[in-house]
């Protein structure tokens, strides 16, 4: 009999879904966490990415809109179905596996704007805001660029 992690790998391979390993390297069984990374809905940015580091399930969510949305119209415009809505952020809070291969590129833009409309005070925060605004209003786009690049790096 084979192990659980072995037929859930064939299980995902049977239906064409990628699955990466997350074991030790070498290991002929791939390892799978037990439990994933939650995505914490309306606390801060810095809170949600420790060590500047985005949830896996979030990076999924946006790795699938950057392969996908170039070929569709109106991505973030359009909404997405607010049933799967409910479903995916609920699996995303309960730091479950999601197959996004099952939620459309409208759903998963839906969820990205809702859990960027819940960070509070913004992505920038209300000082980051107040400087990108000083810095629209030089005249220079030279000065501008100049400007934006010191505040990145600091």
């Not at 037990?34 to 060590?51: A, D, S």
């Not at 730091?95 to 833009?109: E, K, P, W």
């Not at 030089?138 to 790096?153: F, G, I, P, V």
Request: net charge positive.
């Amino acid at each position: 009999m084979s192990s659980w992690a072995e037929r859930v790998h064939r299980r995902a391979a049977d239906f064409g879904s990628v699955v990466t390993s997350c074991g030790h390297p070498g290991s002929s069984t791939p390892a799978y966490p037990y439990r994933l990374e939650k995505v914490k809905f309306g606390i801060p940015l810095e809170e949600v990415c420790k060590n500047d580091n985005i949830p896996g399930p979030l990076l999924v969510l946006i790795l699938k809109l950057n392969k996908e949305s170039p070929n569709r119209r109106d991505v973030f415009r359009a909404p997405g179905h607010q049933g799967a809505m409910k479903k995916l952020i609920h699996f995303l809070q309960a730091g479950r596996l999601v197959n996004v291969d099952n939620y459309s590129v409208y759903t998963i833009a839906s969820v990205l704007k809702k859990f960027l409309r819940k960070i509070p005070n913004g992505v920038f925060g209300r000082i980051g805001e107040n400087e990108l605004f000083a810095i629209i209003e030089l005249e220079s786009e030279a000065e501008q660029t100049e400007r934006l690049h010191n505040k990145s790096e600091a």
